[in-house]
Every structure is written in C-alpha cells, then in structure tokens.
T-cell receptor, first 111, second 111 residues
Framework: DAKTTQPNSMESNEEEPVHLPCNHS???????IHWYRQLPSQGPEYVIH???SNVNNRMASLAIAEDRKSSTLILHRATLRDAAVYYC????????????FGTGTSLTVIP | DAMVIQNPRYQVTQFGKPVTLSCSQT?????MYWYQQKSSQAPKLLFH???????NEADTPDNFQSRRPNTSFCFLDIRSPGLGDAAMYLC??????????FGSGTRLTVV
C-alpha cells in the first residue's frame, strides 16, 4: 500500500490560512488522494479528494504537485473548529476499498 | 439524513466477557469496515466486508470477529476482551473506489 508522510503537528493563528503538507512519493497512477479530519471524540470526516488537478470545495482546497508525489491541503481561514487531526490517505481508484491511515497532522488553532 | 450509526457510544465490559458492538447504515453502501483506534493513535483497520465477502487484516487478533447479516448492519464481536482492547471502535462504509463515511464510534472500556 502506498504510504503517506505528514508532519506530526502544526499550529496556526485563527483566521489565517493553513497549508498542511503530505508526501506520497510511491503513489501510483490510479491512486486518489483523500483528506479526512478527525475532531476530538468523533469519527473521521471527509474533507476533500483529488486525482491530478487541484480541487476546491466549501471546506478547503487541495493542491496536487505536478508529479503527484506530494499534495497540500489548504484551509483558507482557520477557525477554532478546524482544530483536529488531518489525515492524508491514498485510495486506489476503481479497485481500492481499504483506507490505511498514516499518523496524520494534529492542527492547533491559536485564538 | 443518510448516515452511519454506532451503538452504544460508550460501552463498559468486564475482562473476558464477550461484547458486541453494532453499526448500521442508511447509505446502502456495499462495503463496511471496522477500525480500532487507541488513544493518540491513528485508526487501524481490523477487517471489512465487501458485500458478504469478509476480509480480515493479517494482524487482526482471532479474538475479534465480525458479522454482517444484511447490507445495513454489521457487528463487531470481541470474544474475550482484555485490557489492551480498550479503544474507540469506528465503523465506516463506502462504495467501492469512493471515499468513506464514518460513524461517531463506540468507546470501549474494559474493567
């Protein structure tokens, strides 16, 4: 299974943008890049996913490197409710049906 | 709203006494998963069902079993819980090749 590497923790000031990096140098051509986050005492929740092109939704943006070996989750204005563990996960398209979580990045938002 | 429901949210069981955790879904997804998450760790996949086909992870202890009587329900049975089995247990569903929807989890305490 392709592996992802993320920093263990990051801090951000409230209302400032946050860039959460993820390395996935062994990604294959059919692997989708998924981001989930887990708030304290909750199950993980979907944030965003992409394959090759950058993606935007109401929660965040996903910037994918041209060689697809890294990606960055962008929260445009961090709020206190964004404090969570963010997981970057690869899912093999059309055949993959197992998520293997890496260690994730614990985001602290400072008021 | 379509969702994944886990009951109960909190479960206390005695050392060695069998316990069953339940998960139901209204999404009609064909794949259901069970994850174990210990404190300050990432979720760890125990097993999953693709329709009625059961897929066990290689390192899942024999003490853990699962049943899926129909599309909507999936159960996690722990035959003889030990203190090391205390954790949050997460149920998730997906359609093959798509992202996951997680339940809120059941926190298991073993006394």
């Amino acid at each position: 299974d392709a592996k992802t590497t993320q920093p263990n923790s990051m801090e951000s000031n409230e209302e400032e943008p946050v860039h959460l990096p993820c390395n996935h140098s062994t990604i294959s051509g059919t692997d989708y890049i998924h981001w989930y986050r887990q708030l304290p005492s909750q199950g993980p929740e979907y944030v965003i996913h992409g394959l090759t092109s950058n993606v935007n939704n109401r929660m965040a943006s996903l910037a994918i490197a041209e060689d697809r070996k890294s990606s960055t989750l962008i929260l445009h204005r961090a709020t206190l409710r964004d404090a969570a563990v963010y997981y970057c996960i690869l899912l093999r398209g059309n055949t993959g049906n197992q998520f293997y979580f890496g260690t994730g990045t614990s985001l602290t938002v400072i008021p | 709203d379509a969702m994944v429901i886990q009951n109960p949210r909190y479960q206390v069981t005695q050392f060695g006494k069998p316990v069953t955790l339940s998960c139901s879904q209204t999404l009609n997804h064909n794949v259901m998963y069970w994850y174990q998450q210990k404190s300050s760790q990432a979720p760890k996949l125990l097993f999953h069902y693709y329709d009625k086909d059961f897929n066990n992870e290689a390192d899942t202890p024999d003490n853990f079993q699962s049943r899926r009587p129909n599309t909507s329900f999936c159960f996690l049975d722990i035959r003889s819980p030990g203190l090391g089995d205390a954790a949050m247990y997460l149920c998730a569903t997906s359609r093959l090749g798509y992202g996951y929807t997680f339940g809120s989890g059941t926190r298991l305490t073993v006394v």
